[in-house]
């Protein structure tokens, strides 16, 4: 029997919805990465990792980098969580040159990755996070102002200041399946 955990990093709660519900379609347990000590993860052949995106970064990656040599010789799959459409080819492009930001070749080579749609409420940003949205709002105001608005670009617009959610419980099922269907 193989084992796996499903290790997350989550800011408002999007990322820990998905790996819960990763966790109980595997039935494995499901840990924040900051309080899962890294020798543990000896115990296990496949590793999830799930973090959210925030400014073209994903929450809590560190913990695979800095976790490699330990990793190595498992199965690794990342989920990211976010608002922007994983459907969308230019928005997996984006999100996978963040990771090479972040990650080795080496590893983004590794790892299986997968895109979940996460969701936002505006009431519950942080200061940071709110400044940021709003640097984006002007931003997106000058495109509408030349008319090269996307279709995302036009809903985050449209729902400045509220409220959005796009998880799905659903959407999990190709890592399940993934996961499920192959040998590390």
Known sequence: MHQTIVLYQSHYGSTKRYAQWIAKALSCPACESKKFPAQDLAGYDTVVFGGGLYAGGVNGVKFIRRNWKLLSDKRVVLFTC???DPDNLKNAANIRDSLSRALSEEI????RLFHLRGDMDYSRLSFTHRSMMAMLRKMLLKKEGDGSLSPEDRMLLDTYGKSLDFTD???IQPLVDFIQSSHP
């Not at 983004?108 to 790892?111: A, D, E, K, S, V």
């Open 108 to 111: 983004l080579n590794r790892l």
């Open 169 to 171: 419980e659903k959407t």
């Open 82 to 84: 976010g608002l922007a």
